[in-house]
């Protein structure tokens, strides 16, 4: 005989026992978890010992993030140099203006000096000059009383300056900082520890991680590439006299080279009176006269003239301030001084004997306004 037995199902009870289990797997698989993590955090914590993080499927050096940094900083310093550079453009521009006008009116003073003492003109040729000649020296002494001009000028080179200052010198950090972090990651690659260290990273966190620098390093070398694309610089080498001079070869109006002493601490190109004649640049008796102090202490009275152009290398300027000592100092060397170098940064590495130039080019846009610029007068 077939005896069937049937059981009463506690529904409540085989949810109750569910529930539980499902609780064990997640806290047992919870645990699991968080041994992974925290194995991965170990292993992320030697990482530092190369001075390396985890980013992702990415390791990021220190060196990386450092040059991020001082391109981010570089970025900066160039948007607030775009800002001054207009300003500065239009007052430097009328500098050179009113300076070529100025000594293109002291030259026909000259001349006209010259005619009148020759006394072979007319009644009215010789009101003619003398008029002029008033009107030259009337302009010269409205000139002269613009005294505040000088200060503007030396205002605005100085503010523009600094910043350039600290736009080379910080992009040149930058240079260097993105050549250690590469050389740095040469070795990261050859070294055996940290290529099992980051096998087992990408074991654990089931990734592929290579060894190398991450793309936003490459990019980071490729925006830096382009900054210094936008910076002239060359290194010009120097002949010493084997103490402190340095001697530079300048071009003077495309003529042939001459050899300078270098010297910062010169206000203005101090050129001795044979070689001003050989260039071309014989000043006039009415030539405006400056005082000069000599290395030795000695004050002179030379003259001053504008140089058309001047150029160091690839790097030219334009409209420079000179001195032209009297003829009786046959002994004096030209030198090189401020109011060429101080349209560039420069800097003098001694035991290299080489004198490193750069000059920060502002772009098409900047030349633009600038030109624009020049029709209006300068901001007070």
């Known amino acids: 005989m077939n005896i069937t037995l049937f059981y009463r199902i506690d529904s409540a009870a085989i949810s109750s026992r569910f529930v539980l289990f499902f ?4 806290l047992f698989q919870g645990a699991a978890l968080q041994g992974q993590d925290s194995r ?33 900083e570089e970025k900066a310093i160039r948007f607030e140099m775009k800002k001054k550079y207009p300003t500065f453009k239009l007052i430097e521009d009328e500098d050179n203006k009113r300076s070529a006008n100025i000594q293109a009116a002291v030259r026909r003073y000259a001349e006209i000096q010259r005619t009148l003492a020759q006394q072979n003109l007319n009644v009215l040729q010789h009101n003619q000059l003398v008029k002029e000649n008033n009107a030259i020296v009337a302009s010269l002494n409205e000139a002269d009383v613009d005294k505040a001009w000088p200060a503007r000028v030396k205002a605005a080179r100085s503010e523009f300056n600094e910043i350039r200052e600290r736009y080379v010198s910080n992009l040149l950090n930058a240079r260097k ?10 070795e990261l690659k050859a070294n055996e520890s940290l290529k099992k260290l980051v096998e087992e990273i990408a074991k ?15 990019s980071t070398i490729n925006d830096l590439k382009k900054l210094e694309g936008q910076v002239l610089s060359e290194q010009i080498p120097l002949q010493s006299d084997g103490g402190n001079t340095f001697m530079i070869s300048v071009v003077v109006q495309g003529q042939a080279p001459v050899d ?8 203005v190109i101090s050129l001795p009176f044979k070689t001003a004649a050989t260039l071309g640049l014989t000043p006039t008796a009415y030539d405006p006269d400056v005082t000069l102090v000599l290395a030795d202490g000695r004050q002179v009275t030379a003259k001053r003239i504008i140089i058309p152009t001047v150029r160091v290398g690839k790097f030219e300027a334009s409209q420079v301030e000179a001195a032209v000592l009297p003829p009786e100092l046959t002994q004096a060397e030209p030198l090189l001084g401020m109011s060429f170098l101080k349209n560039f940064q420069f800097k003098v590495d001694s035991s290299q004997q080489m004198l490193t130039m750069a000059k920060v080019g502002m772009g098409d846009e900047e030349n633009k306004k600038s030109k624009s610029g020049s029709k209006k007068k300068p901001p007070k």
């Not at 993105?178 to 040469?186: G, S």
């Not at 060894?211 to 390093?217: E, H």
């Open 23 to 26: 609780l064990a797997v997640m």
């Open 40 to 72: 991965i955090s170990e292993l992320e914590q030697q990482l530092k010992d190369f001075k390396l993080k985890r980013s992702g499927a990415n390791l990021i050096s220190d060196g990386e993030l450092e040059l991020r940094k001082l391109l981010d």
């Open 177 to 186: 900082a993105a050549d250690e972090a590469e050389k740095a990651w040469e």
């Open 204 to 218: 654990e966190t089931k990734q592929t991680i290579p060894l190398a620098p991450s793309k936003g390093f490459r």
């Open 260 to 267: 300078m002493v270098l010297d910062s601490g010169a206000g």
